[in-house]
Every structure is written in structure tokens, then in C-alpha cells.
């Protein structure tokens, strides 16, 4: 099993965000959400084209810790 601490979500929708939130997860929201829906994410990108690991890494630098 993965710890939940080392599991990064990268989700295009208000569920998913919502689930992966609820789960424990440090969410990445990705695409163009209305704010509301986007609130629960540690962090937003536009799209993943081009996106590095040190892109998500700096996206949730300042995220809260994920809710267990």
C-alpha cells in the first residue's frame, strides 16, 4: 500500500476533487474550473502540457496538509 501523505490527485472535475479531497488526498485541480469547485485543491494548472514534476511539486508547496 501507498500512504495517503505520498498520493498527489490530479483531478478535472468538481467529484472527483471532492472525492479525492474527502480520501485524504492533496488534489491538484487541472483545466479551467469555476473557483468554487476548485476551492478543495492544494493547488490549480490550467493543463498538464508541460507540466514536471516540479511544476506539482511548486503547485501545492503552500497547501495545507490533506484531511485524513
Do not use: C, F, N
Not at 49 to 68: C, M, N, S, W
Request: proline content about 6%; cysteine-free.
Amino acid at each position: 500500500p501507498v500512504s495517503r501523505d505520498r498520493v498527489l490527485a490530479l483531478e478535472d472535475g468538481a467529484a472527483g476533487i471532492a472525492s479525492a479531497a474527502a480520501a485524504g488526498l492533496a488534489v491538484v485541480a487541472v483545466g479551467a474550473l469555476p473557483a468554487h469547485e476548485a476551492m478543495r485543491a492544494a493547488g490549480v494548472l490550467r493543463s498538464l502540457d508541460g507540466a514536471t514534476i516540479a511544476t506539482l511539486q511548486r503547485v501545492t508547496a503552500h497547501a495545507p496538509e490533506p484531511r485524513a
